[in-house]
């Protein structure tokens, strides 16, 4: 007998799935998450023959206090018209592998009428008859994230405990993939981003940038960048040391981010005391509006307000904080003409010179590139 057709959500769905956070290092390994789900089936299938199975996992932003709350997802699935199923839920409080899940302990039905645990009105809601299943958990390290189960036996004997070891192996197998993958994406998070400010590095930055010129290329839109750089930000390392002004740019970062809420956008660390703003689909008005709340957001801030202290107590910087910010836009200051690269240099230089100018007349200043 061939190896049935086996269906998994694509990776974009899944992602919402591994918004799981890792407290240990693993080696990293590049994983093709639809591709693996399925394979994992089928190799599950190969060994126990079945006529349906399916891997479950809940989303951890949707967890909630009581299994009621909490929804199992069909992640990947094979048999029968399984393919439908795909993205849809059922409550971790019914049916085996609400039990597995809840319980964290795997599970064999042989006798579905008789046993506590069926959950008849998805067989009627679905058009199938169970026969028999065998459930185990998936964990996250310690935490039961989802659950693997074949449902009917192929031969139609019930399933046994030899079924249900060989399964367990599958999910073990499972988990640590998964973890794997967390890792491997966690990895990469941090190589984008700056240490001390959480916000993207310099380095993501070009990537970014470059990337955002090529699709205002082929959709003929605009492409913003603020360079932005802290006035008089050598004062407080002269005043209260480097670790106090590492402590201000933290504060800087955060309060960029609550001002820059576009999700399309992209903050950055340039370095030093210099942060650059990408913003995507803005004209030189919806920039200069952008920049302009970004002066009026510091003009309300004080920062240090405790929240850094020395030995001898906490500090407190008296002085608003500004900066000066210089805007470019492409294509409006630069033609369309030329590699990414000269276009995203030509960019960053035009909005650095037009911050300098701003710095030059007086700093707190907003100039736009000539």
Known sequence: MGSPEVYSLPLGDLESFLDRKRYSAFAMSQLQLPSFLGEVLSKANDFVPS???????????????????????????????????????????????G????????????????????????DEDHEFETKSVVAVPVRIERTVCGVLELLNRS???????????????????????????????????????????????DRFFHHRLSEDLIRADVTRSTVALLFLDIDNFKTVNDTHGHLAGSQVLKEFAYLLSTVVTDEKSTLARYGGDEFVVILPDHDLEMACEVATSIQKALDKTRFLQGSFSWADGPVYWRQ???????????????????????????????????????????????????
């Open 51 to 97: 006529a349906a199975g399916s891997i479950l996992m809940d989303r951890p932003v949707e967890r909630g206090e009581t299994p009621s709350d909490t929804a199992l997802y069909f992640i990947a699935t094979f048999g029968g018209s399984s393919s439908g199923l795909l993205g849809k839920s059922v409550r971790a409080d019914r049916g085996v592998v």
């Open 99 to 122: 039990h597995v899940y809840r319980t964290g302990e795997p599970y064999v039905m042989a006798d579905p009428k008789n046993d506590p645990n069926f959950y008849s009105k998805f």
């Open 155 to 201: 031969d139609g004997k019930p399933y046994t405990e030899r079924n249900m070891q060989m399964l367990e192996i599958f999910a073990r197998y499972t988990s640590i993939s998964i973890e794997n993958l967390l890792d491997a994406q966690r990895a990469n998070e941090m190589a984008r981003r700056d240490d001390l400010t959480g916000l993207y590095n």
């Open 320 to 370: 608003p904080l500004t900066s000066s910010i210089g805007v470019a836009v492409y294509p409006h200051h630069l033609p369309r003409q030329g590699t990414t690269d000269m276009k995203k240099n030509l960019l960053l230089r035009a909005a650095d010179l037009a911050m300098y100018r701003g710095k030059e007349d007086g700093k707190n200043q907003i100039r736009i590139a000539d």
